[in-house]
Nanobody, 121 residues
Framework: QVQLVESGGGLVRAGGSLRLSCAAS?????MGWFRQAPGQEREVVAA????????YYADSVKGRFTISRDNAKNTVYLQMNSLKPEDTAVYYC?????????????????WGQGTQVTVSS
């Protein structure tokens, strides 16, 4: 069973930055970050290939968020800059056993417990 442990969430003012981390057990997977705001569907934020050579970003975060990975540490990061109140959500790390990046929830096999990110105005 793959275990994903997120960290790095918290409260930040609009315009600020946070970095989320996700430590994974087991082998290297395609990884993604998702978020879910109250009353909303869980949506993809960013995804990264196994090698880190390919990435995907939702339009709402392009230019502000950066996904990266350190395979030696089996850890994926989400650097979030220029945060907005609408970025407030629980952020989830997810792992996919597929060989290509998936941008949909259905493409992921394992999920972390989530970490809260709150952006105040």
């Amino acid at each position: 069973q793959v275990q994903l442990v997120e960290s790095g969430g918290g409260l930040v003012r609009a315009g600020g930055s946070l970095r989320l981390s996700c430590a994974a057990s087991g082998r290297t997977y395609v990884m993604g970050w998702f978020r879910q705001a109250p009353g909303q569907e869980r949506e993809v934020v960013a995804a990264i290939s196994r090698s880190g050579g390919s990435t995907y970003y939702a339009d709402s975060v392009k230019g502000r968020f950066t996904i990266s990975r350190d395979n030696a540490k089996n850890t994926v990061y989400l650097q979030m800059n220029s945060l907005k109140p609408e970025d407030t959500a629980v952020y989830y790390c997810a792992a996919s056993a597929r060989t290509v990046i998936a941008a949909a929830k259905s493409g992921y096999d394992y999920w972390g417990q989530g970490t809260q990110v709150t952006v105040s105005s």
